[in-house]
């Protein structure tokens, strides 16, 4: 069948994408790249990814698109799941004779109720859902593939036995010719990457049991299954030959550094092939690994520290202590790694005082970056059944966890700890880091480094403020 994957158009300036991991509008545009759409795309041939959200494509606009395929096969998750719903619709009533499909943790979780939402799904993937994209397209009989639940003609809801896990990571194609081929690569960008960059994953899973994350509670698992790094290392050297307009490589992966040898085999490949690059990280790596990175390429870190105090990090099983990611923010000063700073305000044992002392902990260990989410019990999670069970969801347990806008709600709260509290928090946690001498200083001194910096700093600025004062009301 003639397949387009994807990303819906929602929220303006929203990133619920394929690759998202902060699933609101952002306190600074951003958008990464829709990589769990490009996999499949690279199974099914002359098929295309579609990434409305990041091209700005009105809805219109995506429809007139879409209804040029036969199949349809739309990102979605728990934030963007009403409008993705809506836009299913209005594609059937423009072409009843489309199948329409949904793939992502939210369907993935809960699929008998994604189905029952709307007439306009046929069918939903869960678990890891490339095959099962690609046998679809193949025309293979609905009831003969794995890890599908699906609307039958009778009009019941029918669920397959599960897809075994992807064992062979290597076996699937590179993501970065269905990047180059479809997507518009300037239209990807960050706040804390190099523009143009490109993301892609050496890896799926982590073992790490966060209980607030996730993709490792619903899609990727907790086993970390990885590419050789000849693989890894291959598809990198295809971007640098093929792709010369890009200026920094992340891996997605969601802890790349979780095998030490294999990140320090990775880095020494990417020193030979003189590329920059990215990735994710856990505040525990040893100096002598972070030193064989730094050496090799690496310019910045993106680091989960969640919370200042230590009974918050032992409650959600982050497996840190604030001591050892203090030692770890030393070492990345002393060898000039950059980090950028993910931090949640209301996880399970926050109160007004724990707030503060991670607003002072930020400041203490003064990523040059930072993000601070509002904590979000995504279905699927442990955090989710917790709330559920302690009543920490409204009444109803339905999950808010963005506005109409598209901005983060507060969707727990506790007796002690007001929603709204937690909620202005968040803007009081933003203005304390940045809006010290020291971080002003810190900025305009990277932003006289070069006027393409300057003009993209500035940019940022703009919208940052009006983040905050659209927060503030």
């Known amino acids: 069948m003639k ?26 545009r951003s958008f990464w790249y829709p990589t ?25 606009a995506a429809l007139d698109i879409a209804t040029q395929y036969d199949l349809v096969v739309i990102h979605t998750s728990t934030p963007s799941f009403p409008t993705d719903a809506l836009f299913a619709e209005d594609l ?8 329409v499909g949904m793939v992502g943790a939210k369907v993935a979780v809960d699929p008998h109720n994604s189905l029952v939402a709307t007439q306009a799904i046929d069918f939903v993937c869960r678990e890891e859902f490339d095959y099962t994209c690609k046998e679809i397209a193949e ?93 890894v290392l291959e598809e990198v050297k295809w971007i ?23 990140a320090e085999e ?13 990735c994710n990280a856990k505040a525990n790596v040893p100096y002598s690994t972070l030193k064989i990175m730094r050496e090799n390429g690496l310019r910045l870190l993106l680091v989960g520290y969640e919370s200042g105090d230590d009974q918050i990090l032992l409650n ?59 904590a979000a019990p995504y279905p699927g999670t442990t955090l989710y059944n917790q709330a559920v069970e302690n009543g920490w969801l409204a009444e109803n347990k339905v999950i808010n966890l963005v506005s109409k806008e598209g901005v983060q709600l507060a969707a727990i709260g506790y007796p002690h700890l007001s929603r709204d509290e937690m909620y202005h928090q968040l803007e009081n946690f933003y203005k304390r880091f940045y809006f010290r001498p020291s971080k002003i200083w810190e900025i305009l001194r990277e932003m006289l480094t070069s006027w393409d910096m300057m003009k993209r700093r500035l940019r940022e600025g703009v919208e940052f403020f009006r983040f905050l004062r659209a927060h503030e009301a």
């Open 266 to 278: 990775i880095a020494r490949g990417m020193g030979k092939l003189g590329v920059t690059w990215s």
């Open 36 to 60: 769990w759409l490009a996999q499949p795309a690279a199974l099914v041939p002359d098929s295309r990814v579609l990434d409305a959200t990041a091209d700005g494509l009105s809805v219109e």
């Open 139 to 231: 025309g293979k009989p609905f009831a003969q593939i794995l890890g599908l639940s699906y609307r039958a003609p009778d009009g019941s809801i029918e669920h397959n036995e599960a897809r075994p896990i992807l064992e062979n990571m290597d076996e699937l194609p590179f993501v970065a010719p269905i990047y180059k081929r479809d997507l518009t690569i300037k239209n990807y960008f960050n706040g804390y990457l190099k523009h143009p960059y490109v993301s892609l994953y050496t890896g799926r899973g982590c073992r790490s049991k966060c209980t607030f994350c996730l993709w490792p509670q619903t899609v990727g698992g907790h086993r970390y299954r990885v590419r050789s790094v000849e693989n």
């Open 316 to 374: 959600v099983k982050k497996g840190l202590r604030t001591d050892i990611a203090r030692r770890f923010a030393q070492d990345c000063r002393k060898l000039g790694i950059k980090v950028h700073g993910t931090f949640i305000l209301g996880l399970p044992g926050e109160t007004p005082e724990t707030i503060q002392k991670t607003i002072e902990y930020a400041k203490e260990i003064n990523p040059l970056t930072i993000q601070v989410s509002l």
């Open 92 to 99: 059937k009533k423009r072409k009843p004779s489309l199948l």
């Open 240 to 262: 640098r030959d093929n792709m010369p307009e890009v200026k920094e490589i992340m891996f997605d992966d969601d802890t790349f550094t979780d095998f030490k040898p294999r």
């Open 3 to 28: 397949t387009l994957f994807l990303q819906a158009p929602s929220y303006d300036g929203f990133d619920g994408g394929a690759g998202s991991r902060y699933q609101a509008k952002r306190e600074v």
